[in-house]
């Protein structure tokens, strides 16, 4: 519901990241995020959103570069995209 409530508000788009799955102090929380992100991505996309507004990165703590890069990345997308009109007609 936050990735919906973020894109009905107007965001051009969402990045969910965490630790890569079995590599987590959190242990399990990954694994049950990675099955959440295909069932949500799934939605959006019936809902007519384009797949490119839901982004997923597993970047651990130690990989700053790496965050820095996917955001880089990710903004230009957006950016091609242009922005986030579906829900104009709040």
């Known amino acids: 519901m936050l990735v919906i409530r973020a894109l009905r508000s107007g965001f051009d788009g969402v990045l969910v990241s965490g630790c890569h799955p079995g590599d987590c102090h959190y242990q399990t929380g990954n694994y049950r995020a990675r099955r959440r992100i295909a069932v949500t991505k799934t939605f959006l ?10 982004q997923v990165s597993w970047v ?27 829900f104009d007609d709040r």
Not at 45 to 54: A, V
């Open 60 to 86: 651990s703590a130690s990989e700053g570069g790496k965050f820095a890069e996917v955001v880089a990345e990710i903004t230009d997308d957006l950016k091609k995209l242009g922005p986030n009109r579906l």
């Open 45 to 54: 996309e019936f809902m007519g959103i384009e797949p490119e507004r839901f």
